[in-house]
C-alpha cells in the first residue's frame, strides 16, 4: 500500500533572529531579501515544487508580516494594475484560503516544541518540516531537495530527514546520523545526536534543515524533556522512533546555503544573482571589481 501523501509543511519561524540586528528589530528574519525574494519564499516555493498544498507557519511576537506576505495586497494590485505594471511578479506571494495557517509559539522552549504546537493542524498526517534558515537550491535543471525527499519517501514511506557531509570538527553544531546502509542518496538511520562532541560524533553526516515524519512524532514531543541548549529538540523525539518505524536520510543533489549566520547570507545572495540571467553578468563583473 502507498504511503500517505505529504500534503502539509510545518514553518518553526518564531526565532528573534538576533545574529542579524538590527536588520530583524522589526523585519522578521524570514523576509530578510535573497535578491528580490525574501527567505521564506524559497522555502514555500520548494515546497509547492513538491506537490504540499498547505503551510503552517508557527510564529511568535512581531512576526504577523510572514502571514501578511502570502495575503493578496489589495490597494498594491489595484495602483499596479491602473499604472500597467506586471502583476504575475506577485504571483508567488499569493495563497488561497486555508493554503496559509499560522499557529504561535508562546514561549521559546526550543525546535521540537515548536513543532509540537502545530499538532492540532496536522492532524494524523505525515507531514514535512521545513527550516528556513536553510537554503536549499537545486542544480540547474535539477529538482528541490524536498521534492527528492516525496520521491524517496513515496518509495520508503517512514521517516526521511535531509543530511549533508561537512568537515568532521564542524559536527558538533547540528544534529548527526549514525549511518546504516547506504544506497546512492539514501541512507538508513540507526540513531540520531544532537550537537555532539567532535569525539563522540557517529559520522560527519548531519541534518540540514528537511524532514518529513509521523504524525506520532508529536506524541513523543508533548512528553519530552529538555535536552542540548536546555530546550525541547526535535532530534531527541526522532531518535525515540528509530526502530519503531522506517528512519533514512537523503543527501541532497544540489546546494546548501545557511543564512542563519550573516556570511551564509551573502554567500546566497550572491550565488542566486549570479545564477539568475537578468543579472547575472553584471553582478559578475561588479564582484570580479570589486575583488581586483
Known amino acids: 500500500m502507498s504511503p500517505k501523501p505529504i500534503r502539509k509543511a510545518v514553518f518553526p519561524v518564531a526565532g528573534l533572529g538576533t545574529r542579524f540586528l538590527p536588520a530583524t528589530k522589526v523585519v522578521p528574519k524570514e523576509l530578510l531579501p535573497v535578491v528580490d525574494?525574501?527567505?521564506?519564499?524559497?522555502?514555500v516555493d520548494e515546497a509547492r515544487e513538491a506537490g504540499i498544498e498547505q503551510m503552517i507557519f508557527v510564529t511568535g511576537r512581531g512576526k504577523t508580516g510572514i502571514v501578511e506576505h502570502f495575503d493578496i495586497a489589495f490597494e498594491l494590485e489595484q495602483t499596479m494594475s491602473e499604472r500597467g505594471k506586471d502583476l504575475s511578479v506577485l504571483d508567488p506571494t499569493r495563497a488561497t484560503p486555508g493554503d496559509v495557517i499560522a499557529v504561535r509559539q508562546q514561549v521559546p522552549l526550543g525546535l521540537g516544541h515548536a513543532i509540537w504546537c502545530a499538532r492540532a493542524i496536522v492532524g494524523d498526517e505525515p507531514f514535512a518540516i521545513f527550516l528556513p534558515d536553510e537554503l536549499m537550491v537545486a542544480k540547474q535543471g535539477g529538482t528541490g531537495c524536498m521534492k527528492q525527499m516525496v520521491d524517496a519517501y513515496g518509495q520508503l514511506g517512514g521517516n526521511l530527514i535531509s543530511v549533508l557531509e561537512v568537515p568532521l570538527e564542524q559536527v558538533s553544531s547540528y544534529g548527526v546520523i549514525a549511518p546504516g546502509e547506504t544506497r546512492g542518496a539514501l541512507t538508513e538511520v540507526k540513531g540520531l545526536v544532537e550537537k555532539p562532541p567532535v569525539a563522540e560524533a557517529p559520522s560527519n553526516k548531519i541534518v540540514s534543515g528537511r524532514y518529513i515524519l509521523q504524525p506520532e512524532v508529536m506524541r513523543v514531543l508533548e512528553n519530552q524533556g529538555k535536552g542540548a541548549g536546555g530546550e525541547i529538540q526535535l532530534t531527541d523525539a526522532m531518535a525515540k522512533m528509530i526502530g519503531t518505524q522506517p528512519f533514512h536520510a537523503v543527501t541532497f543533489d544540489g546546494n546548501r546555503y545557511d543564512c542563519g549566520s550573516k556570511v551564509g547570507f551573502v554567500e546566497a545572495t550572491l550565488a542566486i544573482a549570479l545564477?539568475?540571467?537578468?543579472?547575472?553578468?553584471?553582478?559578475?563583473?561588479?564582484?570580479l571589481d570589486l575583488l581586483k
Not at 525574494?37 to 522555502?43: D, F, N, S, T, V
Not at 539568475?276 to 553582478?283: E, L, N
Open 37 to 43: 525574494r525574501p527567505l521564506i519564499q524559497y522555502a
Open 275 to 287: 545564477s539568475r540571467p537578468d543579472m547575472g553578468a553584471d553582478v559578475r563583473a561588479i564582484a
